[in-house]
């Protein structure tokens, strides 16, 4: 059974930083590009960060980068994303999902991992 089990939200201050985890089982992770997007209730969900099989390539939301860092684990099947430099704009719900190989489109997503950037 496919899973996208993601851990490392909370609270953080402006500035601050928070990495997310992303643990993929029940498939070939090294298999897959993978993707994090975020969600704010009333707004349309948005890709922030992707990242290819070996990681050579990881486009980033352009908001984003130079502060996100996107990478994998493919040894033990996890997607991270390190956040740096957090803004009080990157509050959000932010999901790990999991490319169609041959469609790029998500065919598998995480539970959602809340992000609360405030003061």
């Known amino acids: 059974q496919v899973q996208l089990v993601e851990s490392g939200g909370g609270l953080v201050q402006p500035g601050g930083s928070l990495r997310l985890s992303c643990v993929a089982s029940?498939?070939?992770?090294?298999?897959?590009?993978m993707r994090w997007y975020r969600q704010v209730p009333g707004k349309e969900r948005e890709m922030v960060a992707g990242?290819?099989?070996?990681?050579?390539?990881?486009p980033y939301l352009a908001d984003v980068k130079g502060r996100f860092t996107n990478s994998r684990d493919n040894a033990n099947g996890t997607l991270y994303l390190q956040m740096n430099s957090l803004k009080d704009a990157g509050t959000a719900v932010y999901y790990c999902?999991?490319?169609?190989?041959?469609?790029?489109?998500?065919?598998?997503w995480g539970q959602g991992s809340q992000v609360t950037v405030s003061s």
């Open positions: 029940g498939f070939t992770f090294e298999n897959y590009w």
């Open positions: 999902a999991r490319v169609e190989a041959d469609a790029g489109r998500v065919d598998w």
């Open positions: 990242i290819s099989r070996t990681s050579r390539s990881t």
